[in-house]
């Protein structure tokens, strides 16, 4: 069956430090992955998806970055923290959307 | 454009009292339709879906769901609520965006609390 895993489930950084959360999938290939973050427990805002290893769309511009180095993870990253980037950032993946996702547990993201 | 509306931000109703969660929808052609449930710290949960066939979707937990094309809804109910139902409701569609990749978009989330 197939699994899709979050890590770390919790992060403090520092304002101003790097940032990778990492997303990976098992028991599939070839997954459309999704990085969404949810500011306060409300809504889910899409910040990037990719469709292929090394195909990155962006949907919002900020001061984030994505990467799929490998078919079944996914990466998001930071140069530079800033406090306005604490939330929960949840990873999801599917084959076909009209299927729905699945979604990944979740990292609490808090920037100090 | 494509777009989901959730217009409650939060629903209160007594324990084993239906519960309704709403949601309308605007797409060109048929939709897709999901709703999902996330409990507090965690991931987003599928509930149901409705592709195609019977306007009522039956789902995990005892909810299920009512497809109204000229109505464009797609409401979440449940007839007798669980304290335990208390949590965030999504509901979404199932949109091509601009470029090649379909993907969901998402309402802004319905609080559901459960009173004992």
């Known amino acids: 069956s197939q699994t899709i895993h979050q890590w770390p489930a919790t992060l403090v950084q520092p304002v101003g430090s790097p940032l990778s959360l990492e997303c990976t999938v098992e028991g599939t290939s070839n997954p459309n992955l999704y990085w969404y973050r949810q500011a306060a427990g409300r809504g889910l805002q899409l910040l990037f998806y990719?469709?292929?290893?090394?195909?990155i769309s962006s949907e919002v511009p900020q001061n984030l970055s994505a990467s799929r180095p490998q078919d079944r993870q996914f990466i998001l990253s930071s140069k530079k923290l800033l406090l306005s980037d604490s939330g929960f950032y949840l990873c999801?993946?599917?084959?076909?959307?009209?299927?729905?996702?699945?979604f990944g547990s979740g990292t609490r993201l808090t920037v100090v | 454009a494509q777009s989901v509306a959730q217009p409650e931000d939060q629903v209160n109703v007594a324990e084993g009292n239906p519960l309704t969660v709403k949601c309308t929808y605007s797409?060109?052609?048929?939709?897709?339709l999901f709703w999902y449930v996330q409990y507090p710290n965690r991931g987003l949960q599928f509930l149901l879906k409705?592709?195609?066939?019977?306007?009522l979707v039956k789902g995990s937990y005892g909810f299920e769901a009512e497809f109204n094309k000229s109505q464009t809804s797609f409401h979440l109910k449940k007839p007798s609520a669980l304290v335990s139902d208390s949590a965030l409701y999504f509901c979404a569609v199932s949109y091509r965006s601009s470029g090649s990749a379909r993907q969901l978009t998402f309402g802004s989330g319905t609080q559901l609390t459960v009173l004992p």
């Open positions: 999801a993946w599917t084959h076909d959307p009209n299927y729905g996702y699945t």
């Open positions: 990719s469709v292929g290893i090394g195909q």
């Open positions: 797409v060109s052609g048929n939709p897709y």
């Open positions: 409705y592709i195609t066939g019977d306007n």
